[in-house]
């Protein structure tokens, strides 16, 4: 499965699998439930997808690795989530209260497409938790990424004036 996520709504905190099957199809587990959503980006942070027979619109704010996420439904009923990209190898959302953070390889994904415009670290740097490890220009904002725990930078997969996807790697920290 590919990214794993934590995601927030009214209180509650649900684990969910997320896998690009390719075609603007991605399949989701939501707590165990397999379901498929055909997703289309219709704007920046804007994205129009379709679970079944049910529609709708997902707005994206905020950088990783945690984003604020309003979906809107075809009936009108709003709801606010909070999604957060879960530390690899946490296996279920109530199982790390209180633990200290993986030591293992992290992966930093853009939280949004955009264009790499400053490239702070380099491969073999040390970083604190919360340092910033580069800047993202989106909708003509800068966005810092920042090292979500102390680590070393493992690996670097941009540069300076690269384009990137929302979801893409960038930065390997072990």
Same mark, same amino acid.
């Given at each position: 499965?590919?990214?794993?996520?934590?995601?927030?709504?009214?209180? #509650?905190?649900?684990?969910?699998?997320?896998?690009?099957?390719?075609?603007?199809?991605? /399949?989701?587990?939501?707590?165990? /439930?397999? /379901?498929?959503?055909?997703?289309? =980006?219709?704007?920046?942070?804007?994205?129009?997808?379709?679970?079944?027979? &049910?529609? =709708?619109?997902?707005?994206?704010?905020?950088?990783?690795?945690?984003?604020?996420? &309003?979906?809107?439904?075809?009936?009108?009923?709003?709801?606010?989530?909070?999604? *957060?990209?879960? =530390?690899?190898?946490?296996?279920?959302?109530?199982?790390?209260?209180? #633990?200290?953070?993986?030591?293992?390889?992290?992966?930093? /994904?853009?939280?949004?497409?955009?264009?790499?415009?400053?490239?702070?670290?380099?491969?073999?740097?040390?970083?604190?938790?919360?340092?910033?490890? @580069?800047? @993202?220009?989106?909708?003509?904002?800068?966005? *810092?990424?920042?090292?979500?725990?102390?680590?070393?930078? @493992?690996?670097?997969?941009?540069?300076?004036?690269?384009?990137? *996807?929302?979801?893409? &790697?960038?930065? @390997?920290?072990?």
């Amino acid at each position: 499965m590919g990214e794993t996520y934590l995601v927030t709504l009214n209180q #509650r905190t649900y684990s969910v699998a997320v896998e690009d099957c390719g075609d603007g199809k991605l /399949r989701a587990v939501v707590d165990g /439930r397999e /379901r498929t959503v055909d997703a289309r =980006r219709i704007g920046a942070g804007a994205w129009s997808m379709i679970d079944g027979v &049910e529609a =709708r619109l997902v707005e994206v704010d905020g950088v990783a690795p945690k984003l604020s996420v &309003e979906v809107s439904h075809a009936d009108g009923e709003t709801r606010q989530a909070v999604v *957060e990209i879960a =530390r690899e190898g946490v296996a279920d959302a109530g199982d790390d209260a209180g #633990r200290p953070p993986p030591s293992g390889p992290t992966r930093v /994904r853009a939280p949004i497409p955009g264009k790499v415009v400053k490239v702070l670290v380099k491969i073999g740097d040390q970083v604190k938790a919360g340092q910033t490890l @580069l800047v @993202l220009e989106a909708m003509k904002m800068e966005n *810092e990424l920042r090292a979500p725990r102390a680590a070393a930078v @493992l690996a670097l997969s941009v540069s300076e004036g690269t384009a990137v *996807e929302m979801g893409q &790697e960038l930065v @390997l920290l072990g």
